[in-house]
């Protein structure tokens, strides 16, 4: 059925999910870290300084630098996403990278087949969509219970898709 806007009932999408991974450490919480670490490497190194072992005081200084870069690193890798709707005529997924280059794959929901492999003890480690020789993996980053929970909901979003 058409829709007064021109689009289809079978083009709109009944199931989107936006996949993130998971950071615990908040800006605060990452301000308050390195402000606790800093201040305990700088009274650390001034405690040397004031023994006259002055070159220690640096190396102090650089496990500080160590600490921010790991830090960057993580929150840069955190701004990877993944974009994921379903309708009745298109499976569309979106990736996103880390530096904001974007890939979007689209499948054909009655044709797609769905891939979980699960471990006994781990849960789900991969999940994939596959159909016609083309293979996307889903949610690597995702932490097991989040990919347990998109798999079952992206499965039953693929059933209702294929009604």
């Not at 059925?1 to 450490?25: C, K, V």
């Not at 979007?104 to 006994?120: A, G, K, S």
Request: charged share 20%; glycine share 8%; proline share 4%.
């Amino acid at each position: 059925m058409t829709q007064e806007d021109g689009t289809n009932d079978n083009d709109r999408p009944f199931f989107t999910a936006l996949l993130r991974p998971y950071r615990s450490l908040g800006p605060l919480g990452f301000a308050v870290t390195m402000l606790g670490f800093g201040a305990l490497s700088l009274g650390t190194g001034l405690f040397f300084l004031s023994h006259g072992a002055w070159p220690v005081f640096g190396f102090f200084g650089l496990d500080v630098l160590a600490l921010w870069l790991a830090f960057r690193a993580s929150y840069r890798s955190a701004r990877v996403s993944e974009e994921v709707s379903v309708s009745r005529t298109d499976l569309m997924i979106r990736k996103t990278s880390a530096r904001g280059a974007v890939q979007e794959f689209h499948y054909n929901p009655f044709w797609t087949r769905f891939h979980v492999r699960r471990h006994q003890e781990f849960g789900v480690e991969r999940m994939a969509v596959s159909a016609r020789g083309q293979d996307t993996e889903l949610g690597a980053f995702l932490n097991p219970d989040d990919r347990e929970s998109f798999a079952t909901a992206f499965t039953r979003a693929l059933a209702r898709a294929r009604q």
